[in-house]
């Protein structure tokens, strides 16, 4: 039997598009920003860059999103830092540790297997670190599901 990991999340889902298709949706920085809920247009993700935009979902539309691509190698990988659920706009969260976010692209008979992974809980203030943790757990499972019907399109 395993424990739950309070560090880190993963997610999987196999998406029935190509991994093409698939590694535009994540790299492209305003398709992925239509599907995450960020408004990126006239942004453009590469390794290194702090890219931000405001979120366009429901109820955190008075948010900027913000975050440090680290790593683009294509159709295969990409990941970024940010500061995890930093939705309080009277805190500043750039004191904070960052987590690490990273998207994996693999070749699956159905399409592309897309795995991501949260990692770096562990560093966040213990204040806040449940709370965080728990709400992206949950924001994942959605995006994962935007994602897939981005895609789907």
Same mark, same amino acid.
Request: hydrophobic content about 40%; cysteine-free; proline content about 8%.
């Given at each position: 039997m395993t424990t739950p990991s309070t560090d880190r999340i993963e997610k999987q889902i196999v998406l029935r598009a190509p991994r093409a298709k698939v590694w535009r949706a994540l790299a492209d920085a305003p398709q992925f920003g239509s599907w995450f809920g960020v408004d990126l247009k006239g942004v453009?993700?590469?390794? #290194?860059?702090?890219v931000r935009g405001k979120i366009t979902h429901p109820g955190y539309e008075h948010l900027t999103w913000e975050a440090v691509i680290e790593r683009m !190698?294509? !159709?295969?990988? =990409?990941?970024?830092?940010?500061? %995890?659920?930093?939705?309080? %706009?009277?805190?500043?969260?750039?004191? !904070? %540790?960052?987590t690490l976010v990273v998207f994996e692209l693999k070749d699956a008979p159905e399409g592309t297997l897309l795995t991501l992974v949260e990692s770096g809980f562990?560093?966040? %203030? =213990?204040?806040?670190?449940?709370?965080?943790?728990? /709400?992206?757990?949950? #924001?994942?499972?959605?995006? /994962?599901?935007?994602? !897939?019907?981005?895609?789907?399109?």
């Open positions: 453009s993700f590469a390794p #290194g860059a702090r !190698e294509a !159709e295969r990988l =990409l990941s970024f830092r940010w500061h %995890p659920y930093a939705v309080d %706009p009277r805190v500043d969260y750039s004191k !904070e %540790p960052t562990d560093q966040i %203030p =213990l204040s806040r670190r449940a709370e965080a943790f728990r /709400m992206n757990d949950q #924001g994942w499972a959605a995006q /994962m599901a935007n994602i !897939e019907r981005h895609v789907a399109r």
